[in-house]
Every structure is written in C-alpha cells, then in structure tokens.
C-alpha cells in the first residue's frame, strides 16, 4: 500500500484532505515541523513502514481500526464478536506485542498491556501508518511485533475553513453519525493557528434477523460509541509550534444485552491529552491519559472499577550536521512518566510507579546508503528492560529515471514491561515476572517502477525472524498464573504489490498482500510440553492474503476489497482451529456538489458472499450487510 | 492350459473385482453393521476449556488404541460449541448436554447412537446450562438445567428454582419442565424414582416420581447433596460435605455416614464404583500455592467402617474417572493444560497401568456402549 498518495488523492475530492485537490501526502515535501511527528520510521531503517493512504482512511470513517487494518495488513486480529474486543497479533506475536502509538505516545492500557482495536475509531485520527517488526529502541515497550502509529495532522497548506457532517444508515438498525469544524489560517507573517474540533457516535444494534448462521449461534450485542478530539496548533515563522491534542473514547459494550440476569457490559473511557512544543530542533512533550475500564454482569450499578492515569514528559533534541556528502541526524531524548493505577483485582491499595527512558537515535543519510543505529534504556521500578539496541541500513541498488531497487536489513532487540495486571493482579498476578525480550531480524527488497506517465508499480519483499524469550504466558496448567515460561520464534515473509494505471479520464489501481507467518513455542518446560513444541501459535493464521482493487471516472469511484485468511488454531497442540475464510467488501461512491456545498455518497457491502465464519468464542459472525454514508462539507479553503 | 490358466484367473479377477464393488456398495447401505461406526466402545466426554466452547466427544473403538477425534463434527461437519457437561443414551439416541459461554446458546444435541449423526437440538428456552441426564423410560430423559446463570457477587448465580427438563424422544421435544431445587445437578435412577442432587446450596436430596413427573418428599442429607450410585448391597450412596451418606432407597432413611480422608486441605471428587459395586473409587485433590492441583486416585469397600484415604490406590491425579462396568478397567481423564489435548490412562482393575490414549480438551467423563 505503499503507492504515492498524491495519484490517490488527486482522484477523489472528499472531506479535509481531498476537498481542494491538493495532498496531504506524507510522501509530500512537508516543513520540517510536520515530519517531527514520525520520529520511529525515521530512525527506523531497513525496517518496513506501511502508509495507509488518506482515500483508503475515508472509505473506512465511519469504521474501526480493525476493519481498515484487517483489509490493508497482514496483521491478525482475534475478534470475539461484532463491536465486542478485538487484539491484535503482528507477525505471530501476542496482543501484547503491538506499540499503539497516537501522536507519538502509546496509548496501550497499561492494565492489560493491549489496545482493544474495536474502541479505537478511523475518525480518531487524521493520519494512519504501521511499522513492521521491533522498533523498541525508538517506541519503548510493546515494540515487539510491530507499531501502528495514529497522528494528527494540522494541514497548513490548506487555509480555510471546513465545516463537515457525516451520518450512516446500516442494516441490523446500526447507525453513526459525526460533525466537525477543521480550520487553517492564513500563512500570516508572524503566527498562523490552525485547528480541529471534531466528534462522533455510533449506535450499533446489532439488531440480526436470524439467531444463528450455518447452525452457528449470532452472540448479540449492543455497542455505543462516543468520541471527542480538539487539536489546536500555533506555529510562527521561526518554526517554533505549541500544539494540543484531546482525544477522549468512550466505548460502551453490551452483550446478550436482553437478559437482565446475564447480560455483560464493558465500557471503557480513555482521556487522552498532549501537549507538543517544537523547534527545528527541539521537542517537548507532556501528556496525561486516564484509561477506565467498567465491567459489571446483570446488575450494572455497582460495576467492576479500573482506572490508571499516567502523567507523560518527554525531551528530545535533534543535531543535525551537514556533511559534504552526507547528512548525520543524532536525536537524544528522555522520557519520564508517572502512573497512578487503582484496580479492584489489585487490592485496595492505589498502586504507583515511574518510569523513565534514555535514548539516543542515529541516522545516516550518505548517497545510495541510509543508516541508522539507536540505543534505548529503560528503568522500571523493579523491572528494569535490557538495554535495547538496533541497527538498519538501506542501500539503493538501483536507481534509473523511472525505477529504483532498494535493499533493506535491520537487527533490533525488543522488549515488553510487564503489564499492571500480569504483576499486580491479586490472584493470578506475579510480582517476580520479568520483562520479555525480543530479538527480530529483517531483509527486504522494495522496488519502485514507473514506466511511462499512465503506470506506476511499487513491490516490496521482506523476510524476518523474531525470537521473544521469557515470553509471559497465562498457565492453564497453573490455574492461568502468570510466567515466564516460553521461548517464542516467528518468522515468515510478506510481499505486496500495487500497480496503478492512470489516464486523464480513468484511473484505476490494484494492491495485492501476501502474509506467511510461522510462530512457534519452542522450549520444553514440562512433559506435557512435547505435545506443543514446534506448534503454530494459537490465532495466528500460516497464510494471510489481502487484495484490493478499483476503478475512478470523474467523482465515481469503485472499490473492492478481498482478504483471505487461513485456518486459526485455538489449542496450543493445533488439535482445533477455527476455519479459514475469505471476506469481500464492496464499496461504491460519488459525489454531488449544491452550491458550495459537496455531499459524498458511499454505498457498501459488507460480507458479499454471506461468508459463515466466526469468532474466537466460535458464534458465527454477521452476515451480508449494507451501508449508505452520506458526508456533508462546506468547504471555504482555497482551492 | 496356460491360456486357460489366463482365461479362468482373468475371470477370477473380475468375480473378485465385482465383489468389491458389491462389498462397497453394501458399506453405503445404511443396514449394514460396518456403517454404524461408534456402535460400540467408549466415548470419552473432552469438557473443553469454557470460554473456547470447544468440547468435544473422542470414540475409543472396543478393542485398540485408535482414537477418533471429535466425532460429532466429523459426521455433522460443525463444532459442538459449548463445554461438553455429559453424555447419555436412550432407546438408540444420544444426548448431548452443551453449555456455551453465552447465556441462550445452551443446548442439548441429539444424535443417533450408533452413526452420531444429528437427529435434532433442544435450545434454550428449553435448555439453560444443562448438568445432568438420566434415562427414565423408554423414549424418557431427564435433562437437570440449572436454568440462567447470573453472578456469585450479584446472587444470582443459581437461579431459584432450577428445573429438569423432560425430554420426549419420540418427538425430540422438551414436554415439561420439573420445578426443582436451586442449582440442580447429578441424577440418578433407581426404580421409578430420580434422585437429583444440587449444587446450589440446599440440604436435601430432591426424589422424582417418572411415572407422574412430579416432585416427591426430598431426604435431608447435608450441604450441596448429590447421589453417587447404589451398590451391591443395594444401598444408595450420597455425597456431601467431605461424607458419602448411605441411604435406604425404601425407607429413605440415612443408615451411615462415612467421612472421607482425614486432610481437610483435600476435597474427594469423582466417586465410581467398581465394576462389581463392590468397592468405591475417588480422587482426592488439593490446589499448592502456586494454584497447581495435585491429587491421587483413593479406593474404599462399600462395607469398610471408616475412609483414612492416606494409602493411594494409583498415584495420580485424574480430571476424569469411571470403570467400565463390564471388564471392571478404570478409565482415568488426564488433563496437562486446558489448551492442548489430555490423555485417558487405562488400568486394570488391580491398578496396573494397560495403556495411554491421547483424547482431546479436559476429558472428563466417560461413557461404556
């Protein structure tokens, strides 16, 4: 998915990004101040970076995380129902094993160590991007498998104002709706602000016509959906910007809402908040996030209470020096974060901790090679990480007017703090555990061909191998206590390919993914253990295979999206799985323009081929179903 | 003669090839014996682990160690969906008893004994958290359901009352609900009469009319009662609270009561008798710190005077138990983790080790045929 931006964007006129033809491409020149934002794939060479492309973004607006990373990546997601949790697992690693960065800062809940994907909506968020393997040394914890990084944009070259309104109308009597001002002003001479209030809410029935699908049962549930963001930015000309970021999820779950004595609710609140201060070469961040998860069975007044808040400082400064051929960016920082956590399953006792991190990111721009070397060190009370390094290089083998071949490798060391649950939880918590690390190597190839105006090809080959030690692993054995008990290896390859054809009427485009995951356990440490060994790990399908294509004629355009998934085994000996499936949405959109007001209209469906497939609570999961979103946007930026 | 030799084995060939055409054809003939595969053997009951709703039913044939794995899927081509609480059957029927993690997917699957194939589903509201099933009569099955299942914190984990559901096999239908006592669980037949334990906290021992389907004067026994079996004496044996109650299936009247083992940090479970009836096998299991749970396999006479339990009978820890009644082998579950397949160890009657069977999630019930 990595094709420029720009030839998508230049196709479609929609909301925010789109509506004035321009880009906000991140492939694009963009002032320095923007590309501060991305300080992991920066410092993160050899490494494969993902950009999902803002068309792609808007298509899914009205949808989460999971649906737009499940039909764009390989990454496997373990769902357990429509709106109900969703984990991730990045090349055959655990949900604890994925960094959620959102404008730098990972918001995983620091209870479980995870993000639930199915609280986190597209509309959160203005740009979207996943980095492939361990990247600890410039994310922190968490890093193993691989990081999705959620920014904010402010988009200063588009001034104006732009007032949008979305609604969506679903079967099962699910429906969304959102609203928003996004403003810029002019580039003045001395500061410029620019900013964004937006909100959502989704009401999710879940209303089926049918109580189960191919003899499986359709669990119900019920979800409700709210969310808020206020991005404001203040830059002048010195290049100094004072940004603030709110984002406040609000994800209110319901299942088997019907019953009174059974039903079960989840409702978690986030409260994020950052504040960025910038110059061209310093960067000050300070941040507080409130994560509250709210669980209660039949009765809901007296629910199950968890709430940790963090407070966030981090330092960074970068130096650049400009050598005759060659450019060296050395970037050193320092972060500090305060937790404060209180959690019924702990105790009554509040429970707090520091954390702190040091490091110091290299990167080497000399001709045909890119390099980089960082260092990271992180000190936990009692749980202090190894020393985490890593090293990647680029080198462009081959560069024509109209292609390049670029070789890629990196070694990086990982690591994972232990979560609050897996060493405070009462029970089955345990205080002695260690961090886990990783050890992940990768190699790839990317190519980039455009051989005449109309078609452009981009492919990209990478292999790797991730080797997680002291891997923590809820024993059944030991009623689900935790340990570190397991020697983990994934390792696999991943190819894509995306080729675009362009002419001045048509354009048309077509992306194609392919997943080989192989991830094992592979120390004995009981008799039993033999059985396991070598096995592939629980919920991580072997072969993964996405595919997507289009077709645009002026304001139309037509969308398909495939993905394939093989078998998931749901016992560590592989004696059960869950089948494999295949998906295919269809996605359908135009636009109309009244006065000056534009309405975009999008029609999709979801499932075409009523797959039965199911969740890892083995209930079949919904069915074919269809979707109209109608965006509304009064647009004074200039075009 | 050569050529005849030729000609006649030529003719021969074909005789025999015709053979295994008619031989094959007779397999696919639905009255052929060789098309009723699970006919005879054992069927090891896999629970599960609950939240994966991954039981299963393994078949042991008669006589080997080849194992067939999740039969009810491989002739339904679909799961079970829920934890596998029981196995029984009736008048050439198998029941099923299905709990699911999700309150209205609860079921009791009905199949054809001999071929497994599904004949019907009995589905909530008919069937909520099923526990137990005992035939009655002829085409009459009790099916004891707790009924819905809220929270311990909240009270309302044991709904009041719970039921038995009368299932009609002629018509695969729920006729009647029995109102019964909260958390109902293990039933038992003796004569016309179903006794019915509970796990919900009552102190008698509920008796079923099955000619009249009604409730009839329960037994005081003690905490949680729940009938075991009745012995070669002809005497009913109850567990509760750490004490096996030997009660008078006539008079009702409580002649003895045995305490078992001496540890009060073990909990006995799993009580079968031998294929003679004349002994009582148990497991006595506690949990280490670490939540580990260790245990070993205890045997008593149902005439002895007292239960010492300190001398195990095998040294092991079984998560399922029962004795074939016809050869007198004890059965013995494994489970090494509810994420990977147990084992069933097979022993004689003496406590000798025969053999090893892989099974699949927890096997933790086991059913002769």
New interface residues.
């Given amino acids: 998915m990595r094709f420029r931006d720009g030839i998508f964007l230049s196709l479609l006129v929609c909301s925010f990004s789109v509506a004035h033809g321009q880009t906000s491409g991140t492939d694009q020149t963009l002032p320095a101040v923007t590309v501060r934002g991305t300080t992991p794939e920066r410092f993160s060479v050899g490494q494969k970076t993902q950009r999902i492309d803002s068309v792609t973004l808007e298509q899914f607006r009205f949808q989460n995380l999971t649906d737009v990373l499940t039909y764009t990546t390989p990454i496997a997601f373990k769902i357990y129902g429509s709106g109900q949790l969703a984990t991730s697992s990045f090349r055959g690693t655990s949900s604890n094993h994925t960094a959620v960065l959102w404008n730098g800062i990972n918001i995983n809940q620091p209870t479980l160590g995870q993000t639930d994907f199915s609280t986190l909506p597209v509309a959160g968020f203005d740009q979207l991007a996943v980095q492939y393997g361990s990247s600890a040394s410039c994310v922190g914890s968490d890093a193993v498998g691989g990081s999705i990084l959620l920014m904010s944009n402010p988009k200063w070259q588009q001034p104006g104002l732009l007032v949008s309104a979305g609604q969506k109308l679903a079967s099962f009597r699910n429906f969304a709706t959102q609203g928003g001002v996004r403003f810029v002003s002019p580039a003045g001479k001395t500061w410029q602000i620019a900013g964004k209030t937006f909100f959502y809410t989704t009401n999710s029935n879940n209303d089926f016509p049918y109580r189960e699908r ?4 359709v ?1 119900r549930s019920i979800t409700k959906q709210k969310g808020f963001i206020q991005d404001l930015y203040f830059r002048n000309q010195k290049n100094q910007q004072l940004s603030v970021n709110f984002w406040l999820t609000d994800n209110d779950l319901t ?2 809402p019907f ?1 009174t ?2 039903r079960e609710r989840t409702r978690s609140q986030s409260y994020r908040f950052l504040t960025t201060y910038e110059t061209s070469t310093l960067t000050l961040r300070l941040g507080w996030i409130r994560d509250i998860i709210d669980y209660a ?3 809901f007044t007296n629910p199950s209470h968890s709430q940790t808040d963090r407070l966030i400082s981090r330092i960074e400064n970068e130096f650049k020096y400009q050598l005759k051929t060659s450019q060296v960016s050395l970037r050193i920082g320092g972060e500090w974060s305060h937790y404060n956590t209180q959690v019924d399953g702990y105790g009554d006792q509040l429970i707090q901790e520091d954390r702190a991190d040091l490091f110091a990111l290299a990167r080497l721009d000399l001709n045909r090679w890119l390099l980089s070397a960082n260092i990271r060190q992180a000190f936990v009370t009692r749980f202090d990480p190894p020393v985490t390094p890593t090293v990647g290089a680029e080198y462009l083998i081959l560069k024509t007017a109209t292609s390049n071949l670029t070789a890629k490798g990196s070694v990086a060391r990982s690591y994972r703090v232990p979560t609050l649950n897996e060493r405070y939880w009462k029970v ?1 918590g345990n205080p002695n555990i260690r961090p886990e690390n990783g050890f992940n190597l990768e190699a790839g190839l990317s190519e980039r061909w455009l051989p005449n105006e109309r078609f452009s090809i981009s492919t990209e080959a990478t292999v790797f191998r991730n080797r997680i030690d002291d891997w923590s692993y809820w ?7 935790v340990e570190n008990l397991q020697l983990v290896v994934a390792r696999g390859l991943e190819w894509n390919g995306v080729l675009n054809y362009t002419t001045p009427r048509w354009q048309s485009g077509l992306t194609l993914g392919y997943a080989l995951t192989r991830s094992s356990q592979e120390r004995v440490y ?1 008799v ?1 253990a033999q ?2 060994i070598g096995k592939q790990l ?1 919920y991580v399908p072997k072969h993964s295979r996405r595919f997507s294509a289009y077709v645009a004629h002026g304001k139309n355009r037509f969308t398909i999206l495939n993905q394939i998934n093989s078998r998931q085994y ?4 592989n ?2 799985f869950l089948r494999g499936f295949m998906l295919t949405n269809l996605l359908l959109e135009t636009q109309i323009k009244l006065g000056s007001i534009e309405t975009r209209i999008q029609g999709q469906v979801t499932n075409l081929f009523n797959t039965v497939y199911f969740n ?4 079949a999961m919904p069915g074919r179903s269809f979707s109209v979103q109608l965006i509304c946007n009064l647009n004074t930026t200039k075009q | 003669m050569k050529k005849t030799k030729t000609a006649s084995s030529v003719r021969l060939k074909l005789a025999l090839g015709l053979l295994v055409v008619l031989n094959w054809s007779c397999n696919n003939n639905p009255d052929d014996p060789a098309a009723v595969p699970y006919g005879s053997g054992v069927l090891v009951v896999n629970s599960g ?1 609950f ?4 039981g ?1 039913i393994t078949y042991f044939p008669p006589t080997g160690t080849t194992a067939s ?2 039969i009810f899927n491989q002739v339904n081509q ?2 079970l ?1 829920g934890s596998v609480q029981g196995y029984t059957e009736s008048d050439g029927k198998g029941l099923i008893l299905v709990d ?6 609860d079921k009791v699957e009905i199949v054809d004994a001999n071929t497994f194939k599904s004949l019907a589903t009995l589905k909530s509201p008919d069937i909520e958290n099923p526990r137990s099933a005992v035939r009655v009569s002829a085409n009459k099955v009790y099916v004891s359901c707790w009924d ?4 311990y914190t ?1 009270g ?1 984990f044991y ?1 009041d009352p719970g039921y038995v559901a009368v299932v009609d096999l002629s018509t695969n239908t729920v006729t009647k609900k029995i109102p019964a006592v909260k958390g109902v669980e293990s039933l038992l037949l003796v004569g016309s009469e179903v006794f019915a334990g509970s796990a919900g906290g009552v102190t008698k021992l509920s008796v079923i009319d099955v000619t009249t389907d009604q409730l009839k004067t329960g037994i005081e026994i003690g905490s949680n009662p729940n009938p075991v079996a009745v012995d070669a004496n002809g005497k009913l044996w109850v567990y509760s609270a750490g004490e096996l109650v030997r009660v008078n299936t006539q008079s009702k009247v409580v002649e003895n009561r045995l305490k078992i083992g001496t540890d009060k940090s073990k909990s006995p479970s799993k009580f079968r008798l031998s294929a003679d009836k004349k002994y009582f096998y148990f497991v006595s299991s506690y ?1 280490d710190a ?4 260790f245990g070993d396999l205890y045997r008593f006479s149902v005439n002895d005077s007292s239960v010492p339990a300190t001398t195990p009978f095998i040294k092991r820890l079984f998560s399922g138990l029962d004795v074939d009644p016809k050869s007198g082998i004890i059965y013995g579950g494994v489970t ?6 147990g084992y069933v160890l097979r022993y004689q009657s003496s406590g000798t080790l025969i053999d090893s069977v892989k099974a ?2 927890a096997p933790s019930a086991f059913y002769f045929k």
């Fill in positions: 191919g003899n499986y049962f669990e299942v088997t019953d004595t059974v069975r039949g009765n089955l024993n059944p054995e030991y009623g689900y206590r009981n039993y059985d396991i629980v749901i016992t560590f000996d004696i059960q890892v609570k083995r209930n | 682990n939240t994966d709703n991954n299963t794995y999740d679909r799961s969906t699911n993690t999700t309150a209205g997917q819905v299942s809220g929270d909240n309302t709904k949990y670490n939540y580990k749970e090494p983790s509810y994420k990977q397949a699949e999630i």
